[in-house]
Every structure is written in C-alpha cells, then in structure tokens.
C-alpha cells in the first residue's frame, strides 16, 4: 500500500493543486453538471448534491488517495481535480484522472496540473507506475497524456456507448523509468 494520507500544496506557474475547501462546493458542482465533462468522463447527468458535498468533505481524510483541487492560479478559481487512486499492489501502480470544468479549458491548466501531480507521486512515493483510461472521443487529453510520457497499453473496445455509437477506451501507462528518462531530457 501506498500512504497518501499528507495532502499537499503544489504551486506551479498556472495553477495550484491543494487539498479542496469547503467553499469548492458550487463549483465542484458545475464541473460535475457541465455537459463536456459528463461526455468525456462517460458519466450520466444524476446529481445528488448531498452526497457530493459528503465525498467532497471526506477526500482529504484518505490515506490511500490523492485528491486535490485544481485552482485556476490567476483568478484564484476552482477550475477541476487531479486524482490519483486504485492502489494495484500486484504492479505496484494506482490510477491518474482528471477532470477540468468549463472555467479551466483552453489554457493549459490540465497540462500543468497532470505534470505536477505526476511528479510529485513519482517524487513521493515508489509506485512503479501509473495508469489511466481515456475514451477514444477525447483526442486532446491523449495528446496531453502522450506529451507527458504516457504510453498506449491496451484498447477496451466498445466500452462506452454514446449518443447510439460505441467508444473504445484507450488505456495508458506511465511507468516510473519512462518518467525518469524524461525528465533527465528536459
């Protein structure tokens, strides 16, 4: 098992990650309510604030997760989440996601928050690696996903139906000598 019970602070030039406050709230919900993120993370459009506001109040409290908030750095904004979960004790790896609302797209913000977070893991722990899937209709968080040194694995074909049409999932790894490598070339 991996302790991520120390929730950090990581600044970065756009955006800050930290743990989430209270006064997320409204805008956690309008990340989860916006039409593109319930499209490109294949969720439905059911919202029950109260459990929402209860598993937002209670990610700080996990030692085997990381969650942090995406704060917009220049307006002081929640703009979305970087996750960081499902220890794998067998490959000794977790799973990355994140989620970047309506206020936050178009900047590089989701770049620099996947950079920072990947980092500090690697920096913080010994996981072997990291782990994501990402539907095949979103061709801009691959390319994020690439740039940063994840590497197709597998496709999970027709794993989510959408609007009549099935979407492959493409699964993504990120292994600690692959982000060693690069950042002894950048």
């Known amino acids: 098992m991996v302790d991520l019970s120390k929730k950090p602070k990581i600044i970065g030039e756009k955006v800050i990650?930290?743990?989430f406050h209270s006064d997320d709230l409204p805008y956690i919900e309008e990340c989860l309510k916006d039409p593109v993120v319930l499209k490109l993370t294949g969720s439905t459009s059911n919202f029950d604030r109260e459990?929402?506001?209860h598993w937002y109040n209670t990610r700080n409290e996990q030692q085997d997760r990381l969650d942090l908030a995406i704060v917009d750095k220049s307006l002081n904004l929640f703009v979305?989440?970087?996750?960081?979960?499902?220890?794998n004790e067998e490959k000794h790896s977790m799973n990355f996601r994140i989620l970047i609302g309506p206020r936050g797209r178009n900047r590089g913000l989701g770049t620099e928050a996947t950079k920072l977070i990947i980092d500090y893991v690697f920096h913080n722990?010994?996981?072997n690696q990291l782990t994501l899937s990402v539907f095949d209709f979103n061709p801009r968080a691959k390319k994020v996903y690439e740039?940063?040194?994840f590497a197709l694995e597998s496709v999970d074909k027709n794993d989510l139906e959408f609007e009549g049409e099935w979407i492959d999932s493409l699964n993504m790894i990120l292994t600690?000598?692959?982000w060693l490598s690069r950042k002894g070339n950048v």
């Not at 979305?80 to 220890?87: D, K, P």
């Open 80 to 87: 979305g989440e970087a996750v960081v979960n499902l220890y």
């Open 17 to 19: 990650l930290r743990p």
């Open 125 to 127: 722990t010994n996981l």
């Open 176 to 178: 600690r000598d692959n």
């Open 147 to 149: 740039k940063v040194g």
């Open 51 to 53: 459990s929402v506001l």
